[in-house]
């Protein structure tokens, strides 16, 4: 599976519009971007999806470049319960079925 | 509906005990999935089941792990012998197979293995 690299931790305010990035420069053209997260104590959780054009659902938005190379998660309003870990997955339809983790983005909100 | 559920949530046991970890997924899902989430690696792969059958079982770490599924539904996690390298949190997830296979899964909330 393609590597994808996120900052360690990022920290923002309650209320405020927070841009996760993700850069997977190895992408192939098969690659759907997953983003899911996991809150404290929990197992994680799927945010939203997408393979070319910008997504939107009720959890948040998903913004992916042109080239593919890079995604950005937008959780347009954070709460305190949305601090967690985000993790940013390539998953190909013509691979394995597994989820492949690396460390996400640690995301903090302030009160 | 009813998530994932995994028993015990908690488990102490002795070096050198084998253990066994329970999941119970979604109804109707037909894929599941075992991941274990340690302090030094983090979230990682340890098999997959398609109905009773496991087509990828390259995460398992050692010998001494071993998961079978029975009805297309409740699977079990085996540990023996287990070490305290083996302390973790071991999630299970479960998913509704679809062609593509970019289905969400869905995961339980974990077992929290402690190996004294």
Redo the contacts between chains.
């Keep these: 599976d393609a590597k994808t690299t996120q900052p360690n931790s990022m920290e923002s305010n309650e209320e405020e519009p927070v841009h996760l990035p993700c850069n997977h420069s190895t992408i192939s053209g098969t690659d759907y971007i997953h983003w899911y997260r996991q809150l404290p104590s929990q197992g994680p959780e799927y945010v939203i999806h997408g393979l070319t054009s910008n997504v939107n659902n009720r959890m948040a938005s998903l913004a992916i470049a042109e080239d593919r190379k890079s995604s950005t998660l937008i959780l347009h309003r954070a709460t305190l319960r949305d601090a967690a870990v985000y993790y940013c997955i390539l998953r190909s339809f013509q691979g394995a079925q597994k989820l492949v983790f690396g460390q996400g983005t640690r995301l903090t909100i302030n009160p | 509906g009813a998530g994932?559920s995994q028993s015990p949530s908690n488990k102490v046991t002795e070096k050198g005990k084998d253990v066994e970890l329970r999941c119970d997924p979604i109804s109707g899902h037909t894929?599941l999935?075992w991941?274990r989430q340690s302090l030094g690696q983090?979230?990682?792969?340890l098999i997959?089941f398609?109905g009773n059958s496991a087509p990828?079982k390259s995460?398992l770490p050692s010998d001494r792990f071993s998961a079978e599924r029975t009805g297309g539904s409740v699977s079990t996690l085996t540990i023996q012998r287990t070490q305290q390298e083996d302390s973790a949190v071991y999630?299970c997830?479960s998913s509704f197979q679809i062609a593509?296979?970019?289905e969400?899964?869905?995961?339980?909330?974990?077992t929290r293995l402690l190996v004294l």
């Design positions: 994932v894929a999935y991941y983090g979230l990682e792969f997959y398609q990828d995460g999630l997830a593509g296979g970019l969400t899964q869905y995961f339980g909330p974990g």
